[in-house]
């Protein structure tokens, strides 16, 4: 089986990059990237310095499009579908006018995964979501991952999923992200799974198990979900752990505890004496210390109910002994999420530079160089852990090697 990529919602090419550094003959057939509302399209503007633009079957481009309106059938063959998409409103209602009898609200990019594969049919599927995935929405929860689950059981695929901390697996920031794999059941490795235990698959035998091992595992439960996409949007409800395996319909899953392997700290990421323009100085100091601070502010709500919000503090600034924490989008900007260092060299507080941003993410240095910074924080926000891309690459390197 050759080993080819089609990579959805690309931003900046971080699996790309991720299946890149494992030089063992991966090839990205065709990718998408479209920022809604952008007037300048810079992470595409990114991945095309990096790795030019890919046509389709049909020798056009459009990889710079929504791709909501991309024929799915002009997509280049691939093996692998990958991609990193957002918690969104993944109710469904029934249509006549839709071809498999459903329809998902306009703008909620799962669709237009599922509508891929069923083009596409590729054999493979590795995604990237949050990890509030699994208990969204608020009031059913679970939900909305039971619908994903139910959509690729529809297609006859298999799925393992786990909750990663990528600090517990090396990197330099305390990132915790929802990994998706999913198998078609026709494949060697789906006919080699379908023998395995649960309980072999979730603890050692399993693709996540084999890329983020783990110490331990609470007792197993499960629950079948079937392939009735609108009932699971109407009724379904389940509490999903941090790791689970559905097959044939019927979901296993169990928390899992973490192996820990030497974290990157993130004062091993840092520049020495860099721009003046980083530093926090004069008035802003106090509006720093402010935000980072514990705080009770009293509110009310538009009923009328009056309480009490309260947060703890943050540190300020970062420690240097400890791996960073989730960088947002909003990187850089005035408020409590941005990270706050000591310089190495002058000694004076800053934020983190794009280059150490970058770093956080377990990019090349000046990846993303040539767009605005505020871009660049934006971009490497809505990134992805590298490494941890290229740890999951080695199992499916394996995996594929037995595949016709």
């Known amino acids: 089986m050759e080993k080819t990529i089609c990579e959805l919602f690309a ?14 003959g991966w090839r990205t057939t065709w990718f998408s990237q479209w920022e809604p509302g952008a007037a300048t399209q810079w992470a595409h503007q990114c991945y095309v310095q990096h790795y030019g633009d890919s046509p389709d079957l049909n020798n056009e481009y459009h990889t710079g499009e929504d791709i909501a309106s991309v024929e799915k059938s002009s997509i280049p063959d691939h093996s692998l579908l990958v991609g990193g998409f957002p918690c969104q409103d993944y109710s469904v209602a029934h249509t006549l ?18 509508d891929v594969l069923i083009a596409k049919q590729p054999p ?12 969204s929405p608020a009031k059913q929860r679970g939900r909305d991952f039971g619908v994903i689950l139910a959509c690729l059981s529809a297609l006859r695929y298999s799925v393992e999923w786990r909750v990663v901390n990528a600090a517990q697996y090396g990197a330099a920031q305390r990132r915790r992200r929802t990994f998706i794999f999913a198998y078609r059941d026709d494949t060697r490795y789906g006919k080699k799974m379908a023998d395995r235990s649960f309980d072999e698959i979730l603890r050692e035998d399993g693709f996540m198990a084999r890329a983020f091992p783990i110490q331990g595992m609470e007792p197993v439960r499960q629950k079948d979900i079937g392939s009735d996409i609108v009932a699971v949007s109407d009724t379904f409800a389940f509490a999903f752990e941090n790791a689970g395996y559905m097959h044939g319909g019927t979901i296993y899953t169990a928390k899992v505890v973490e192996a820990e392997e030497p974290a990157t700290m993130l004062g091993a990421i840092l520049q020495h004496n860099v721009d003046e323009k980083y530093y926090i100085t004069g008035d802003k100091m106090a509006k720093w210390v402010y935000l980072k601070g514990a705080k009770k502010i009293p509110r009310k709500t538009k009923e009328g109910h009056e ?8 540190a300020f600034p970062d420690p240097w002994d400890r791996p960073g924490r989730t960088m947002l989008t909003s990187e850089s900007t005035l408020n409590r999420s941005t990270h706050t260092v000591v310089d190495p060299g002058t000694g004076r507080i800053r934020l983190l530079t794009p280059v150490e941003a970058e770093r956080l993410q377990g990019f090349d240095d000046d990846w993303t160089a040539g767009m605005p910074d505020r871009m660049r924080y934006f971009c490497m926000g809505n990134a992805l852990v590298v490494p941890m891309i290229t740890r999951m690459g080695h199992v499916l390197d394996d995996i594929i090697a037995v595949e016709e």
């Open 11 to 24: 931003g900046v090419g971080g699996f790309r990059l991720g299946f890149d550094r494992l030089d063992s």
């Open 97 to 114: 006018a839709s071809a498999q009898g459903i329809e998902g609200k306009k703008g909620v990019l799962w669709w237009q995964i599922r």
């Open 124 to 135: 493979f599927c590795l995604l990237e979501n949050v990890d509030r995935l699994l208990k």
């Open 307 to 314: 309480y009490v919000f309260s947060e703890g503090p943050i």
